[in-house]
């Protein structure tokens, strides 16, 4: 069993002062999936001093659950990092050559993999826990024939000046007005088919260590019949990327935590309600009756109904300090196969 307590030390998460934590995972795997907003929320400077903060304040649901005996792979958004590598490539373009999208994805993939280890660490360390914390730059293979190669569908970055813009476009660029009617960079979101390194994931995971994995979704490549991998220009969505890594480690269980409760029904309107439980054919129902947010709750959804289709057993979205209540079924929003409709979890 992990100790839950360290020697000179308190654990820097008062929710795990003072209390007895015993394995009771059994060595069962999860994969949390955290948004890169919960990093860099909207609204303050993206400092990475401001980033680094939110970091450490993030880790305790990850540290609850290392605690408790759980194998975890650990999956980060990049949005709002992803966006501003790509003004700062926008604004030096007359300076310095341009490094294309896929490559800022793994620069980001790096420098949020280097926040959490670190901060993941050191909460670890403060916990009473030697369980050991690894990085993994990890490529997301996807079909160069997906319809978003075709017609990009992923709004990112932040907005963009109209003369700008035009520059943009003249270089070949996608720029178009967003649902706020913001000018921003529109990009390819493929499918991800498979994570290339989730052998090495399940490997590491399976002796205990705690993965970062296909952070930012993955590096987005695709297999030349010649050339092997090569990369493309693209984004991944990370809760497919999750849901995807969790089917190919054999994880039990996908945590996707976010800034809101769980999932609503009739979302943006006075009916609004939470749903704490949902079959894989109710959460259908949801994402066809387009009441979710298509950039928002609907790929969370969507990858949840992934997971469990494919064999996981349950899939949980759940507020971002609400892991461990939403492992146990008491907060957010729970998805199971419909094949356990009737049954309860174990």
Known sequence: MWRHTWPGKACPFPSCRGADAFVTAHGRSVVVAIGGNALSPAGESASVGNQFQHTRDSMEPIVNLALQGWNIAVVHGNGPQVGDELQRNEVARSKVEQLPL??????????????IQQSLQNALEAAGSDRRVVTLITQSLVDPDDPSMHEPVKFIGRGIRPGVADELRSEGLRIERDSRGNLRRRVPSPVPVKICESRMVAELVARGDIVIAAGGGGIPVYSDPLLGLEGVDAVVDKDRAAALLGHEIGASVLLILTDVEGVYEDWGTDEAR?????????????????????????????????????????????????????????????????????????
């Open 102 to 115: 896929g490559v800022l994805v793994a620069a980001t993939a790096g420098w949020i993999g280097y926040m």
């Open 274 to 346: 939470l749903c704490p439980r949902l079959t894989a054919s109710d959460a259908r129902a949801l994402i066809d009756s387009g009441t979710l947010g298509a950039g928002s709750m609907g790929p969370k959804v969507e990858a949840a109904v992934h997971f469990v289709e494919g064999g996981g057993e349950r899939a949980i979205i759940a507020a971002l300090h609400d892991g461990p209540a939403g492992l146990a079924g008491s907060s957010g929003t729970t998805v199971t196969p419909d094949r356990m409709a009737s049954g309860g979890f174990e």
